[in-house]
């Protein structure tokens, strides 16, 4: 990686310019020079470069939600959560979210990348399409878990629990509770085969505990990067590609520089590429008109058909503090370094939500009763959440905290301009829980979450926890008797 000067990258022609130098443009970056080494490839990144600040590493990433690699975009207030706004954490930095993020390494469901082969008539798009590029960009831990599936000389290390020896004190316990409730332990617990429904174990794109960010592990050789420099907008002019028509023609950078380059590539993550594009004035003609942004193209998905998913987390109480089973207690094992490393908890457990009540929620949300044979919610199992069970909560390990994910969230946001400059944060609606189907499927993972902390049918409900400890604001805490009204009230509480 090398730093242009601003006047020889305003005097180049490049071939490739990159807004963004996040995960995507360090990955494609560096495949684009590999396929052609002469190309002249320039990465402009709002950020600074960090690859070499090693506290980024440690393990409690969540020191950096908020600090200085972070955007700290907001949502706007959100109606099914209370009129709450959410924080919404976002890598400002090279290597982008890789900076910030959970590091944690889990492939999608076979079934979601096949929708996304025939959506778009591509098979490259389908599971398979995509298999070799996911192999080759894995170093796995293991040479023998499903070697067919998995890569072994990529640029990212990938370990986990047991790779790096860490025996959590509830482990055994955690996997007998989840059979209990009829959710099965994955073959090999390896969650990233193509079908993640099940226990699968904790992996992390991390070696030896130390965070990869992408624009290090793909390390950008023979690529030029600027660094600190917000891009405002993408040039566009009539007629000047070969073929006519609108053409990409190079970025305008917050500071008035104009840099040309042959192609174009929007990479600045999903909040701020909309923004971007609107702000070169492709988009909804009527929202560009507002800022007096001239129209280029009336694109009326530009902002549209944001997803995102959601996380709530309870805390639960642990019984007889003294055995030492939740970070913070005086266990000695938490004493070894590996523990300190990375998230304290052993499983990503994914699951299916009940059908019929998935039905009637699609009924609401569509106005018709769905065909259960063809539904493609309804059709086939598919991975609604995520639970995570975390061995920690509380500095005397008298807490563990359970997290649910909602992974296939149907309702649909949306990323607007708040003004007519790049340094304003665009307004961002995730519109969390606007559908029927995510309220539902939200309120069933935590009755599954109930059933498996909370009930004495579970080893864990049983012997080692003592009761969810509640929330701020509410006389309850989350139990079998819990109405499907408390519940729902907890999750609008809590969901972010
Ligand atoms: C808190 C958090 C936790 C996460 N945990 C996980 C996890 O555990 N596992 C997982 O798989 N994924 C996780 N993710 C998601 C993952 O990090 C992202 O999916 C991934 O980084 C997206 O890559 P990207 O290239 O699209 O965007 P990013 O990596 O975000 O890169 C976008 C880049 O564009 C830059 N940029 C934006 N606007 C401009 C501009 N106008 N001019 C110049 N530069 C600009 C940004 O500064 C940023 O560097 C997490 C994300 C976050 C935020």
Redesign the pocket.
């Known amino acids: 990686m090398t730093m242009p000067s601003p006047n020889e990258s305003r005097k180049l022609l490049w071939d490739y310019i990159f ?8 990955v494609v970056a560096t495949r684009l020079h590999k396929y052609e080494p002469r190309l002249k490839i320039l990465i ?4 600074p470069n960090v690859n070499n600040r090693s506290y980024l590493s440690g393990p409690r ?1 969540a020191n950096l ?1 908020g600090g200085d690699f ?2 700290k975009d907001h949502s706007t207030k959100q109606s099914w959560l209370e009129g709450r706004t959410v924080d ?19 492939r999608g469901d076979k079934f979601d990348y096949d929708a996304w082969g025939s959506a778009t008539g591509d098979a490259r798009w389908s599971y398979d399409g995509q298999l070799p590029f996911m192999r080759k960009s894995e170093k796995l831990f293991s040479e023998t878990m499903n070697p067919d599936k998995h890569g072994l000389d990529g640029p990212m290390s990938i370990q986990s629990v047991t790779s790096k020896n860490r025996t959590f004190p509830l482990r055994d316990y955690a996997l007998q509770a989840w059979a209990k409730v009829g959710i099965d332990a994955l073959p090999v617990l390896d969650g990233n085969a193509g079908n993640p429904l099940g226990v699968a174990e904790l992996q ?2 991390r070696e030896n505990g130390q965070r990869q960010v ?1 624009a290090a592990a793909y390390p950008l050789d023979g690529i030029e990067v600027m660094t600190d ?4 907008k993408v040039l566009i002019e009539n007629g000047a590609g070969e073929e006519g028509g609108l053409t990409a023609v190079g970025i305008l950078l ?1 500071n008035g520089d104009e840099i040309r380059g042959r192609e174009v590539i929007v ?7 909309p ?2 594009l609107m702000l070169s004035g492709i988009g909804p003609a009527a929202d560009l008109a507002k800022h007096d942004i001239p129209i280029l193209l009336d694109n009326p998905e530009v902002g549209n058909n944001l997803a995102d998913h959601g996380i709530a987390w309870h805390p639960w109480k642990v019984k007889d503090l003294a055995v030492g089973r939740a970070l913070g207690s005086s266990n000695p094992v938490f004493n070894e370094p590996q523990y300190g490393w990375v998230f304290p908890f052993d499983f990503v457990v994914s699951t299916d939500v009940p059908k019929e009540g998935l039905a009637a929620a699609i009924a609401e949300d569509e106005g018709a009763i769905p065909d259960p044979a063809t539904h493609p919610l309804l059709a086939h199992a598919r991975t609604f959440v995520e639970h995570v069970l975390m061995y920690a909560g509380a500095v005397d390990g008298s807490l563990v905290t359970f997290g649910i994910i909602t992974m296939l969230p149907t309702a649909r946001g949306s990323i607007r301009l708040a003004s007519a400059h ?1 340094q304003d944060a665009p307004l961002i609606d995730p519109n969390y829980l606007g559908t029927a189907v995510d309220r539902y499927v939200a309120r069933e993972a935590v009755k599954l979450q109930i059933r498996y902390a909370g009930s004495y049918a579970t080893v864990i409900g049983r012997e080692i926890l003592d009761g969810e400890a509640g929330a701020p604001g509410f006389d309850e805490v989350l139990s079998i008797d819990s109405t499907d009204e408390y519940i729902d009230a907890r999750i609008r509480a809590g969901l972010g």
Not at 97 to 105: D, P, R, Y
């Open positions: 807004v963004g130098g996040g995960l995507s443009a360090s402009v990144e709002a950020g990433y939600l972070d955007w919404l954490p976002g890598g400002k930095a090279l290597g982008g979210s890789t900076v910030i993020n959970g590091a944690g390494w889990v992390e794109n992408a420099t917000m891009v405002e917050a990479a600045a993550g999903a909040i701020r590429s923004q971007v790049g």
